[in-house]
Nanobody, 121 residues
Framework: QVQLVETGGGSLQPGESLTLSCTAS????????MAWYRQAPGKQRELVAS???????KYTNSVKGRFTISRDDVKRTVWLQMNSLKPEDTAVYYC???????????????WGQGTQVTVSS
């Protein structure tokens, strides 16, 4: 069963840092685009950062200069390093990736279960 498992959420004060990680299960033969989304209460899910197979990175404007996305395909893992956290970063963060299962010739899109990040003084 292919799945994405996120870890690293928590409660922090403004200005602190946190790193989220997301690891794809074994049983996949390829990883294409990977990304982090977030959803704050009462708001739509938004794309925070993405990274292609060739490691081209994109960020939403509100996190540029503060967040860094990275990946290691050998470890089947994508990270989101979050610095200078603000209360408005409070949300459930979701990992998203295009994965090719071993028994498939095509890539399909997968979501993690989400991890809560709360920034409050």
């Amino acid at each position: 069963q292919v799945q994405l498992v996120e870890t690293g959420g928590g409660s922090l004060q403004p200005g602190e840092s946190l790193t989220l990680s997301c690891t794809a299960s074994e049983g996949i033969s390829g990883i294409d685009n990977m990304a982090w989304y977030r959803q704050a209460p009462g708001k739509q899910r938004e794309l925070v950062a993405s990274i292609t197979y060739g490691e081209v990175k994109k960020y939403t404007n509100s996190v540029k200069g503060r967040f860094t996305i990275s990946r290691d395909d050998v470890k089947r893992t994508v990270w989101l390093q979050m610095n200078s956290l603000k209360p408005e970063d409070t949300a459930v963060y979701y990992c998203n990736a295009d994965l090719q299962p071993l028994n498939s010739e095509v890539y399909s899109n997968w979501w993690g279960q989400g991890t809560q990040v709360t920034v409050s003084s």
